[in-house]
Each structure stands twice: as structure tokens, then as C-alpha cells.
């Protein structure tokens, strides 16, 4: 039973790392275990998330749903993917003891999540310039940007943003000449 109890504690860190103390929509979450990450199909992700608010690993507030735990994101390892056990009969959550005491020790969180603020002078002109070149809105550039970076977690801002121009077929090498 350990297995699995790490696994799901495993996926709830790894769906906060980059926003440890929000709440997420249910949309979100399905969205990006099966789209963003494909680690599953979204009915085995909206079975599974009723499934983790069932067993008392996840709380729903309203729309919004959060872990009952504190999140670790440095307990995650590199390349982890979910088991096949995570759709199994899942356990009550009882590592919630656990887990507090693991991360009381922390003094620091590390939030991954970026907002306007977050970017440099730079990299907020690179936004107005692919918004201008694409049609694109800035916000909407903003939030491709915070979905990558939660993807692929260890990436800059800005080659999130060189991606978004890539994808648009924009011309990368005035770009690279720009940063």
C-alpha cells in the first residue's frame, strides 16, 4: 500500500509544484494530466480526481479544488511519470501526518509559478512584440508561458517565450539576437 500512497503523493506534488498554496480547477487539473503532461486520458483523470477528493486527498472549495497536504516539490524526481497502480483501489489518505512533519522542516518554498511581474524588462517586450506580430493577446502569451514553464518545469521565461514564437512561425533569429 506504500507504493501507491507514494505515487499519489507524487502526483498532487508534481500538479502544485509551480503554485503549492492555490487552489486549481477541476478543468485544470484534468486538462493538464491529459493534455500537458498525457500521462492519462481525460476520463481516467476526472475518475481519478474524484476518486483523490473521495479518499481525502484532495479538498473542494466551491470550484476549487487543493491537496490535504503541504506540498514538496523537492520530492519529486526528475522524469517521474504516474504508475499504472495510481488507478487502482486507492487508499484514505493517512500520509497526511507524514507529510506535514517531511515539510515543516523546509524554511523556503520554491514557487515556480510566474505572473507579469516575474518577467524582466526584456522579456515583457518580447511579449508586446510577438502580441503586435501574431495578433495574439498579451495576456493569453502570459498564460502559454506559465503553462510551459509548468510543464517543463526547469525552463527561463524566456525561451518559454521563444517557444510561443516558434510555434506562431516567427522568425528565431531575431529573436536570439534580442536576448
Request: charged share 30%; glycine share 2%; hydrophobic share 35%.
Amino acid at each position: 500500500m506504500k507504493n501507491i500512497t507514494n505515487e499519489i503523493i507524487d502526483l498532487l506534488n508534481a500538479t502544485w509544484i509551480n503554485s503549492p498554496n492555490s487552489a486549481l480547477s477541476k478543468k485544470f487539473i484534468i486538462r493538464f494530466w491529459s493534455l500537458d503532461t498525457q500521462w492519462m486520458d481525460f476520463s481516467n483523470a476526472e475518475k481519478l480526481i474524484d476518486e483523490l477528493i473521495d479518499k481525502e486527498w484532495l479538498i473542494v472549495n466551491e470550484e476549487e479544488i487543493k491537496p490535504n497536504f503541504k506540498i514538496n516539490s523537492k520530492e519529486i524526481s526528475f522524469g517521474w511519470r504516474p504508475n499504472n497502480i495510481i488507478h487502482s483501489e486507492l487508499p484514505k489518505n493517512n500520509a497526511v501526518e507524514n507529510v506535514k512533519a517531511s515539510t515543516k522542516q523546509e524554511n523556503k518554498e520554491v514557487n515556480l509559478s510566474i505572473s507579469n511581474e516575474d518577467f524582466s524588462r526584456t522579456e515583457k517586450r518580447l511579449i508586446r512584440y510577438i502580441s503586435a506580430k501574431t495578433g495574439i493577446l498579451k495576456e493569453e502569451i502570459t498564460r502559454r508561458a506559465k503553462r510551459k514553464k509548468r510543464s517543463l518545469s526547469q525552463i527561463t521565461n524566456s525561451l518559454c517565450l521563444l517557444l510561443i514564437a516558434k510555434e506562431q512561425g516567427m522568425d528565431m533569429e531575431e529573436f536570439i539576437e534580442t536576448i
